[in-house]
């Protein structure tokens, strides 16, 4: 079992900056893949980005390359999601998830067990 807090969230004008934070319970955070993951309003919660256990792999949502990077630290059971250049497309409650997934790999994104309560971003034009 693993509770997730995420925090971070807020109210921005397009063309800023957010860092999301996420921290785990547990002590076996470093066994757990970890993704951030978005509902905007009126749509389907969506993939954004993930990370490997070890956190030497990444992976992200086309909508996030360039702008987004997901990084995790381990000893600080804390997963975060670094958004640089938001656009108002990017508003959505953003929710931490994690999956235990021991190997070097990105588990399914429909494979994510635990959901943390979702922070809200909103960015406006």
């Known amino acids: 079992q693993v509770q997730l807090v995420e925090s971070g969230g807020g109210l921005v004008q397009a063309g800023d900056s957010l860092r999301l934070s996420c921290v785990a319970s547990?002590?076996?955070?470093?066994?757990?893949?970890m993704g951030w993951f978005r509902q905007g309003p009126g749509k389907e919660r969506e993939f954004v980005a993930a990370?490997?256990?070890?956190?030497?792999?990444?992976r992200y949502a086309d909508s996030a390359k360039g702008r987004f990077t997901i990084s995790r630290d381990n000893p600080k059971n804390t997963v975060y999601l670094q958004m640089n250049n938001l656009k108002p497309e990017d508003t959505a409650v953003y929710y931490c998830?994690?999956?235990?997934?021991?190997?070097?790999?990105?588990?399914?994104?429909?494979?994510?067990?635990?959901w943390g309560q979702g922070t809200q971003v909103t960015v406006s034009s």
């Open positions: 998830a994690a999956r235990f997934w021991v190997v070097q790999t990105f588990p399914p994104i429909d494979r994510y067990d635990y």
């Open positions: 547990g002590r076996t955070f470093s066994s757990y893949a």
């Open positions: 990370i490997i256990r070890s956190g030497d792999l990444t």
